[in-house]
């Protein structure tokens, strides 16, 4: 959990305060302390931040002579002693230190919580008299960011934030100025925060051990006294002052621990798993009713402390005054509200009469990849189950199937082949077609992080540079589309130059020949012509391949959303056969996945031709736990997908659709096409949280519950299945998406009787092989499990160790074709559209534009061109333009920006008014093997409008700060001040000076 840590060493013994204790070489003494549960003061210790060295509180003899159990690395033999009068004046010293730079007032304070590090220091040490008392620093308050706010007196300059900031996010906002006067915490040298590169993740926050960085939604809203006015707050603290003065800090930490232990009665701590992305954050959720407090991560598997501004912040979509609160029913050209009885017994009613008249086939199910798994689970079970078609598909057709199917072909699972440790692990990690930071924020982080501390080389292929495009070691931008013919050529190189990993080969894979054969014509010379990159680049590239020791390759959009996407999702799995960078840590290929859980949408078989777990609708296994479970025959052929339910609704074939959280109309490509389809059924329903774009067309809108509001399991990029509990009761008026298909199915006559999903996942387990030992049991709590899990609850982060999956083990080499762009620039459409998500803003943005503060920072969408075509066009940024395809069009503003090249154009996914989403503008074209639209494939004009408005992306955009990078806290700078010594009195102690200032202290007491 949480970011990497150094590898651990020899395993050696230690002797602490007389007991003889296990430790690995190398690791810090103070996590040897902690797991003997010997209490001892840490303030600025975190275990997911490693030692920083700022507080001196740890202070411990070590082999006689004082030092910081955080910054000491373990050696053998070590005597370690952490009560002795010399480690106790010492610790008591840097404490009182510490807080001289913090005003005490707990009682009133928002962050008496019970888990303030400050404030149980006080009780650790037993102090009951500050000797340094605190001097207000002459430094505002910054209440400049929407989110949170930093108050420099409470700041005890810890620096946990700037390592956060510097090595965990690695956004490289935070620094302290040690060789000030008076320190601080500075964003980009200095600037208010609101205006710096601050991207509002939320780590500096969740690691702050005081209430010097502060949740804005925290302040005035958790204690029991902390709401009161200002005036009034004041003078509060000046009593609690007063009192400690005469009576020590004893009854006043007494009143504030009451206090404190008084709030566990209203505030709530709720743990839940991020509805966003498919990272998979999970934290714990505090709350007052449906008043989110706040936040906090620290235990999620995927995650630790981290999270990015959306799991962090961006929550206020749930108490939107826009949710629906009643069923609405469409009558004529508006809508009435109805009851839920009404509008259940007309959707139960139509589909009944649609399937007599025009059987199962007329009606089709698209289930949410942002709902659970028991979720998506039935609503294919109600398509299978209740109506008798296999027409059920998710979100994934529109991003992920290509990924999957190449998967599947290559090496049997389609889905990522380790976990974020593996990633972190890898010694070369290569991203093709991914906007790693802003789409899988998380996920990133551990990429950069690894990449700054020196463990991991980083290459980045995409036709734009992103942030980790101008962080990697190497940033290669081919022509769009080419993505195949390099990885075909680098494939060829490595195998005409021998450079394979012939045993892996040997031993675990078959097809070698055919694919030889079938990569005959991908020489370097063609790939460069193809793609762009020139011949060397791509030999030296395919030889770092072949050279390094664990390579993983993340992909994402940019491949999938072409016309061959599987077949570049498959070739970047055979690179990773051919060099053997399957089944060991740090190695393996990782699609990464959009949704939080469009993965578990898929493995729960919402799709036309599989059922739970991937099992083919025509498998006789599967036919038969189906039957007998169900009491129901499984079709055997494939049912329609997302985008061949559009064209069978324009054709007359498909009657009703049922669409689940799916904002459908501005996500799927051809939004024109799509209102087409829309437009032609008899019978469309939407279930969703707000009246979306989608729901204008629905005869019955069905309101449903948000993440926060129910129970269930999502499960994220890594296979990683994860409870969420239910934070706040649903909204009045709405119900979670399970209880919504229970009672319909119901209506049907189908009595499926669930009164909680974790029966629903009882059932799963019993008809899924990859889901047999799964339950809520095994998933307490942060409990994971990473499917395939057999029957004993064992799972399998890493897949393939030994085997792959198919009958005899061994991965299948897949034969590939290239099938360049359809839609290259012409005349008369002459840049390259590409489209994709903002850090920001998720997806079309209909919850994340909720966000006040979201939407405050990022606005709206907007075109981004190139320095070279605004040039030409002598356009600047803030100019309207209208963007015009073969297929629509929309009118966006300008953004100049060299984070496009030439011809190319980039418009976000997210728009504010659903006619100028970017899907107006893509075509029908799609992948070959999946029918996934070639989004990534569209070619556009740009008309120059008169009107010119401010910049689309405000001066408070962190795309405009300045970071200030560093090797994190730089804690030698403090040590350096000509006021600093180490506590207690003595020598000022640098860096492994241990040695030496024992020499100079002669023996212990
Ligand atoms: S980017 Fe902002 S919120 Fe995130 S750690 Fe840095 S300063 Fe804190
Ligand atoms: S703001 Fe930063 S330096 Fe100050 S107390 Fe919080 S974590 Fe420590
Ligand atoms: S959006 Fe993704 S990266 Fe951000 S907190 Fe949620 S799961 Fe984590
Ligand atoms: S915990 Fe060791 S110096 Fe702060």
């Keep these: 959990m949480g970011p990497t840590r150094p590898p651990r060493g020899a395993q050696v013994q230690v002797t602490v305060d007389g007991a ?75 404490y009182d230190r510490i807080v001289a730079n ?17 404030h149980n220091t006080l009780g650790v040490l037993g102090i009951d008299h500050q000797t340094r008392p605190f001097q207000p620093k002459g430094f505002e308050k910054d209440m400049s960011n929407p989110f949170y706010r930093y108050d420099p007196d409470q700041c005890i300059l810890c620096g946990r934030c700037v390592e956060a900031c510097q090595n965990v996010q690695v956004n490289e906002t935070l ?65 609690v002052k ?197 789409s899988h924020p998380v996920l990133a982080t551990r990429v950069k992080r690894a990449q700054k501390l020196g463990h991991t080389r980083v290459i980045v292929f995409d036709i734009r540079e992103h942030e980790l495009a101008r962080r990697a070691d190497e940033f290669h931008r081919p022509n769009p589309g080419t993505d195949f013919v390099w990885l075909a050529a680098v494939s060829k190189f490595i195998l005409d130059n021998g450079l394979e990993d012939r045993d892996f080969l040997r031993e675990r894979v078959n097809g070698l020949d055919e694919f030889r054969a079938s990569i005959e014509e991908y020489t370097l010379e063609r790939a460069e012509r193809e793609t762009g990159l ?64 469009v993965q578990g949408a898929s493995d729960m078989g919402a799709q036309p031709d599989a059922v739970s777990g991937y099992q083919k609708i025509d498998d006789p296994f599967a036919v038969q736990r189906h039957e007998r479970e169900w009491g129901v025959t499984l079709r055997p052929e494939r049912g329609l997908d997302n985008t061949q339910m559009i064209d069978a609704a324009i054709r007359g074939d498909l009657r009703a659709l049922w669409i689940t959280g799916e904002e459908m109309s501005l996500t799927d490509a051809n939004a024109n096409h799509l209102q087409e389809g829309f437009e032609a059924l008899e019978f469309l329903v939407v279930q969703d ?12 809108v069905l309101p449903a519950a948000a993440s926060l509001e129910k129970d269930g399991t999502f499960t994220n990029t890594e296979r990683r299945i994860q409870r969420l509990y239910e934070v706040m009761p649903p909204l009045k008026g709405t119900k979670p998406d399970w209880q919504i298909y229970t009672a319909v199915a119901e209506r049907m006559g189908h009595r499926w009787g669930y009164t909680h999903p974790a029966q629903i996942m009882a059932e799963i387990a019993r008809l899924t092989p990859h889901f047999a030992g799964v339950s809520y049991d095994r998933l307490e709590g942060y409990d994971t499990l990473c499917w395939p899990v057999a029957e004993d609850g064992t799972d399998q982060p890493l897949l393939y160790t030994e085997r792959f999956n198919f009958p005899d083990g061994k991965a299948r080499l897949h034969t590939g074709e290239y099938r360049p762009r359809q839609q290259a620039p012409n005349d008369q459409f002459d840049l390259h559209l590409n489209s994709g998500r903002m850090l920001e803003h998720f997806h079309e943005g209909n919850m994340t534009f909720r966000v006040a503060g979201i939407a405050e920072k990022t606005p709206d969408a907007f075109v981004e061109i190139s320095p070279e075509l605004a040039a030409e066009r002598s356009i600047q940024s803030g100019q309207w333009a209208r963007l015009v395809s073969e297929h629509g069009a929309v009118r966006l503003q300008v953004l100049v920006t060299g984070r496009v090249s030439g011809n190319q154009v980039f418009v976000p996914m997210n728009a504010r008014k659903a006619e100028d989403a970017v899907n107006r503008l893509t075509g029908s074209q799609g992948d070959a093997t999946t029918n996934t639209p070639a989004y990534k494939d569209t070619r556009v004009r740009l008309d120059v409008l008169h009107d010119v408005g401010p910049n689309p992306l405000p001066a408070t955009n962190p795309r405009w700060g300045h970071p200030t990078p560093q090797q994190g806290v730089e804690v030698e700078r403090k040590w350096a001040r000509p006021d600093y010594v180490f506590p207690g009195g003595l020598l000022p102690m640098h860096g492994d000076s241990l040695n030496a200032r024992a020499d100079a202290l002669g023996a212990d007491d």
Aim: proline share 3%.
């Design 175 to 239: 620094t302290i100025n040690w060789e000030a006067e008076q320190p601080r915490v500075l964003w980009d040298g200095g600037k208010p925060i609101g205006e710096s590169s601050c991207v509002s993740c939320g780590h500096c926050i969740s690691v702050c051990p005081c209430n010097a960085l502060q949740e804005k939604s925290m302040l005035g809203e958790a204690g029991l006294f902390t709401g009161i006015p200002l005036p009034v707050w004041n003078s509060a603290i000046d009593v």
């Design 20 to 94: 003889t204790q296990a430790a690995w070489l190398g690791e810090p003494l103070v996590d040897v302390i902690n797991r003997a549960q010997i209490e001892l003061a840490q303030v600025c210790y975190h275990p997911q931040l490693g030692p920083i060295q700022t507080c001196d509180t740890c202070a411990v003899e070590i082999d006689g002579v004082v030092g910081r159990a955080c910054g000491t690395p373990v050696q053998a033999g070590m005597v370690v002693r952490t009560q002795t009068n010399a480690a106790r004046t010492a610790q008591r010293d840097a």
């Design 689 to 700: 949280l707000y009246f979306t774009n989608t729901a204008r067309f629905a005869d019955v």
């Design 534 to 597: 020139s011949a060397a680049t791509l030999e030296a590239l395919a030889r770092r391949i072949a050279s390094e020791d664990r390579v993983c390759i993340l992909w994402a959009m940019g491949v999938t959303q072409q016309c061959g996407g599987t077949d570049t999702s498959a070739a970047i799995s055979n690179l990773l056969l051919i060099t053997g960078n399957y089944g060991r840590l740090g190695t393996g290929a990782y699609p990464l996945r959009g949704h939080n859980n």
């Design 242 to 438: 007063g009192v400690e003065a005469s009576a020590g800090l004893k009854p006043i930490m007494n009143v504030s621990e009451i206090e404190s232990a008084a709030r566990d009665r209203y505030i709530k701590k709720t743990k839940t798993v991020c509805t966003y992305c498919g990272v998979g954050c999970s934290f714990d959720v505090w709350t007052d009713e449906r008043h989110i407090l706040k936040v906090e991560p620290g235990l999620g598997h995927a995650n630790g402390i981290s999270t990015c501004v959306k799991g962090k912040f961006g929550w206020d979509y749930v108490n939107s005054e826009d949710r629906l609160t009643s069923p609405l029913i469409r009558d004529g050209d508006r809508f009435r509200e109805a009851s839920w009885d009404e509008a259940l017994a007309l959707v139960a009613r139509r589909f009944t009469e649609i399937r007599a008249a025009k059987g199962p086939d007329a009606l089709a199910f698209v289930a949410s990849s942002k709902a659970s798994n028991e979720e998506a689970f039935l609503v294919q079970k109600f398509a299978r189950q209740v109506i008798g078609t296999n027409n059920v598909d998710n979100c994934s057709r529109y991003c992920q199937s290509p990924a999957s199917k190449g998967l599947s072909l290559t090496v049997g699972i389609g889905g990522d082949s380790g976990t974020i440790k593996d990633i972190e692990n890898a010694s070369l990690v290569i991203t093709v077609g991914s906007n790693t930071a802003e």
């Design 102 to 118: 913090h005003d005490l007032y707990c009682t009133v304070c928002d962050n008496n919580n019970g888990n303030c590090t400050v």
